[in-house]
């Protein structure tokens, strides 16, 4: 069955180009109206004239993510236009790769000015929408250099991940409003990673074979709290587990039987993806260990 969007009205940030132009490309042949956002006119005016000439809805707001003003009128005029804000789809990025020891903390600051917070602001911008009409889809871009690391990217990956932490409670916070959000973590050849990587490593990593994952993401049927990993027409899901660990209790010698312990602690046999964070001191207070020894 086709997935059919086509009363949904959707921001994409960052849409001039790479990932976000192929993201909003395809939103709209599903149905969706786009607000094309990107710092360039010319590359937001290029997407919303593809989308136009399909036969589609588009429009363009040209500011960045940090301009918090900004943001919020994009949000502002799409409800006016169009009456409803149903997707965001926070894509827009940059890079400013050096390893921590040479990396300047203005870049660092820049990047998670950029990713996190440009992410925080058009979704504050649209949540309180999203909650009146009960319904909303967030998609945030995370990386794998921020769920496993990547060497020069400190910066990048601390924002990465922090796109994590806010997917996973804005999911718990938006579950009574219908508001289903999660993460895209992509592989693509873009702007971004031209100068990362070779032209052999990057054949095949077309933007446009990652975009379905956005698709599905916006879909009304899509699930909730859920990291997807994307690239090359391959679609994974990543988890943050925690495993059943080892009780130690008030032990003088704690410390040493956690450091002879470490197989036990890492052991990822029965490992869980807790619903929230109370599960760790659930766990915690409730652990196996705990009950032999009070048995």
């Not at 994590?164 to 971004?192: D, R, W, Y």
């Not at 495993?243 to 010698?253: E, H, I, K, P």
Request: some cysteine; overall charge negative.
């Amino acid at each position: 069955m086709t997935i059919d969007l086509s009363r949904r009205v959707a921001v994409v940030t960052g849409a001039g180009g790479g990932l976000g132009r192929s993201h909003a490309l395809a939103l709209a042949r599903h149905g969706a109206r786009v607000v094309v956002n990107d710092l360039s006119e010319a590359g937001a005016s290029a997407v919303a004239a593809e989308i136009l000439a399909a036969g589609g809805e588009a429009v363009t707001c040209v500011c960045s993510v940090t301009d918090r003003a900004a943001v919020f009128a994009m949000v502002e005029d799409a409800v006016a236009r169009w009456g409803s804000i149903d997707i965001v789809v926070n894509n827009a990025g940059i890079l400013r790769d050096r390893t921590f020891a040479k990396m300047d903390l203005d870049d660092f600051e820049l990047v998670l000015n950029v990713h996190l917070m440009g992410s925080v602001n058009v979704t504050k911008a649209a949540w309180p929408h999203m909650r009146e009409q009960g319904y909303g889809r967030v998609i945030f871009t995370t990386s794998s250099s921020g769920l496993y690391g990547n060497f020069g990217q400190a910066n990048y990956g601390a924002a990465k991940m922090g796109l994590v932490g806010l997917m996973q409670t804005l999911a718990l916070e938006g579950a009574k409003s219908g508001i289903h959000v999660n993460c895209l973590a992509p592989s693509a050849a873009t702007q971004m990673t031209e100068s990362l990587y070779s032209e052999d490593d990057l054949k095949g990593l077309s933007t446009d074979l990652v975009s379905p994952g956005i698709v599905a993401l916006a879909s009304e049927k899509a699930p909730t709290r859920t990291i997807l990993l994307a690239g090359a027409g391959g679609f994974e899901q990543a988890h943050v587990t925690m495993t059943r660990g080892l009780y130690v209790g008030d032990a003088a010698n704690a410390a040493e039987q956690i450091e002879a312990g470490w197989t036990v602690v890492s052991d990822r046999s029965g490992e869980t993806v807790p619903e929230s964070g109370a599960a760790q001191y659930q766990h915690e207070v409730q652990h196996p260990g705990r009950l032999r020894l009070a048995s």
